[in-house]
């Protein structure tokens, strides 16, 4: 489905190019992409994956990928059955949309790499995108998130009387997109049209028959050292030391203003907190467990240079189509086309543009919600609804090109599908929640 789309949008950009005048558009937006591609994302994405996936490292090698994936098994068992209860990936999965819950982006993209590659290790088709991995970016790009701190900020920038009045209305629509990605991924998995074809090679990862194997406590390094009784106390004087910051943190105003609620201090004091939590607990356990933790990191970070590096081309092939189309005026088309459609169902015409952008540019959707804001007013039902969906959707094609992209996947099966729909539904949802809670 990828290579249609990819090809469309660069077919269709050059055509409606043509015929509106704006080939030269159309030729700077392509070179535009491919610097944006490796100068802005790929560049500052090499370090940061490094970085995460060296932290992750030491988390795998002292056990606590493998604990975590065997404590929650019951929860993402049903979502990935394909997926040993027991294998690292199950930890990488849950670390990645826990990130993305809390609105962590710049962990959650790297976590969504290694969870990326751990399934890998179980993919007998090289090549084609399994059944856990159209699951597990269709729970991605429905974009569970519990606070939409984007969308928050800039309505409070813009003098908003009550700019976290979208927490609720973005929470339901959340849920929304997300229950739909779940069942379109699912049942498109069982279409013909989708259907796996014969593997290529055995799974280099356990299989299902044998789901404990090489899991045991020797497997990984640190699983079967235990932290002795001094490390212990260690653990938990530094437990003590974070729950006090947790609290002083909670006691703090957040930046939406002094009337905050107990939820949205609580998501502010965890948004915060969680990252120097990472970057301190994870080598500190790990060293408790007699894991080397200078060289494991060192290791992992080579690990996220390369996965990272070997984006760069899916990256500049998809931003690449999305900007020469975007710039031949295709955006500007549809909506235009859509509005008659629209205004039947009684769907806000000014909100379409950002509905029509979202799955093709963050940037951009924000730009536009930016502008949304600022034309109607940042407490005006189109604002909210603009805010609304900005919190419960996702830049589709981009998450499919990154993490795709990581691991060589060219045969998305029914991912794109599965993304776009729960977008849609996503966009729904908040259009008939804010009118409901707002109107």
Known sequence: ???????????????????????????????????????TIALPLIGITALWLGIMRLAEKAGLIVALARRLRPVLRRLFPDVPQEHPAMGSILMNLAANMIGLTNAATPLGLRAMTDLEKLNPRPGTATNAMCTFLALNTSSVQLLPTTAIGIMAAAGSTNPTAIVGTALIATVGSTAAGIFAVKTLEKLRWFRLPPPDRPPRGRSREAPNEGLGPDSVEGVGNTAPAWGKLVLGVYGVFLAVAFFQLMRQTPASGETATLFLRTMNAVSVLAIPFFLSFFPLYAALHRVRVYEEFVEGAKEGFHVAVRIIPFLVAMLMAIGTFRAAGGVDMLARGLRPV??????????????????????????????VVKTFGPDSLLARMAGTVLGSTETTFYVIAVYFGSVSVRKTRHAVAAGLLADLAGIIASVVVCRIVFA
Not at 14 to 29: H, I, K, Q, S, W
Not at 342 to 362: E, I, K, N, Y
């Open 1 to 39: 489905m990828l290579n249609y789309i990819w090809l469309a949008l660069i077919v269709l950009a050059v055509v409606l190019g043509g015929l509106e005048g704006r080939l030269d558009a159309v030729t700077d937006a392509a070179f535009d992409a491919a610097k944006t591609a490796v100068m």
């Open 342 to 371: 629209l205004d039947l169902v009684q769907f806000p015409a000014d909100l379409l543009p950002l509905c029509l952008t979202r799955p093709l540019s963050g940037s951009a959707t924000i730009g536009l919600f930016a502008d």
